[in-house]
């Protein structure tokens, strides 16, 4: 599995040099995997209705996802208990790659709002000039020291989990771009809208 995660990571251009940012020894207790691949849920447990996003940290049509149809569906589906939303990480490049393996460094409501502020944020670190600096600095804001955020984003298993996971959605999945969905097993083909969401949850209600 290495070498098939290696060859991802060098198809996608995620281990190109970045200046001033070289790889880094992890935390003396490292980082906790087990915690760390857990699932990323929001909503109801026993909901009947699973719908699984497969995003990217720089994809701008996943911002505009999260910051103008999530609150709608939260409200509507999550909230209500009708839906749960299971957040799955698809990265793009090497910058999405990294903000993955930060937040997931967060359990429980820090992740969801690590997501948030990261989303909201999306086009001020991601094309910023230091976008490992900006990145820190939003690490911070959930509490993570700069030791933990490098920790974090230079953890090999937990990058090896993230790319793995990748290659799982898009080999078993037919996964190839993002935001994609799924909802209960099923491919969501041309469902992007609030309102598209609301009818094929309705019609699955």
Same mark, same amino acid.
């Given at each position: 599995?290495r070498?098939?995660?290696?060859?991802?990571?060098?198809?996608? +251009?995620?281990?190109a040099?970045?200046?001033?940012?070289l790889?880094?020894?992890?935390?003396?207790?490292?980082?906790?995997?087990?915690?760390? =691949?857990?699932?990323?849920?929001?909503?109801?447990?026993?909901?009947?209705?699973?719908?699984?996003?497969?995003?990217?940290?720089?994809c701008?049509?996943?911002?505009?996802?999260?910051?103008?149809?999530?609150?709608?569906?939260?409200?509507?589906?999550?909230d209500?208990?009708?839906?749960?939303?299971?957040?799955?990480?698809?990265?793009?490049?090497?910058?999405?790659?990294?903000?993955?393996?930060?937040?997931?460094?967060?359990?429980?409501?820090?992740?969801?709002?690590?997501?948030?502020?990261?989303?909201k944020k999306?086009?001020?670190?991601?094309r910023?000039n230091?976008?490992?600096?900006?990145?820190?600095?939003? +690490?911070?804001?959930?509490?993570?020291?700069?030791?933990?955020?490098e920790?974090c984003?230079?953890?090999?298993p937990?990058?090896?989990?993230?790319?793995?996971?990748r290659?799982?959605?898009?080999?078993d999945?037919?996964?190839? =771009?993002?935001?994609?969905?799924?909802?209960n +097993?099923?491919?969501l083909?041309?469902?992007?809208?609030?309102? =598209?969401?609301?009818?094929?949850? =309705?019609?699955?209600?």
């Open positions: 599995m070498r098939r995660t290696l060859n991802l990571v060098l198809g996608l +251009g995620l281990i040099p970045v200046a001033g940012m790889p880094l020894p992890a935390l003396a207790e490292g980082v906790d995997l087990e915690k760390a =691949s857990a699932p990323r849920v929001l909503g109801n447990p026993d909901a009947k209705i699973l719908i699984t996003e497969y995003f990217s940290m720089t701008p049509h996943c911002a505009r996802f999260h910051t103008e149809v999530l609150p709608q569906l939260k409200e509507a589906f999550i209500t208990g009708k839906i749960r939303l299971e957040m799955k990480d698809f990265p793009l490049d090497q910058w999405a790659l990294r903000a993955s393996a930060m937040a997931r460094c967060l359990d429980g409501k820090r992740y969801f709002a690590m997501i948030d502020i990261l989303m999306q086009e001020a670190w991601s910023a230091d976008p490992y600096g900006a990145l820190v600095k939003l +690490g911070k804001l959930a509490g993570l020291s700069e030791a933990q955020v920790a984003m230079n953890d090999e937990l990058i090896d989990y993230i790319l793995n996971e290659l799982t959605a898009s080999r999945l037919g996964i190839t =771009s993002t935001p994609s969905f799924m909802m +097993g099923r491919k083909d041309g469902v992007f809208t609030f309102e =598209s969401f609301e009818e094929a949850i =309705s019609d699955a209600l």
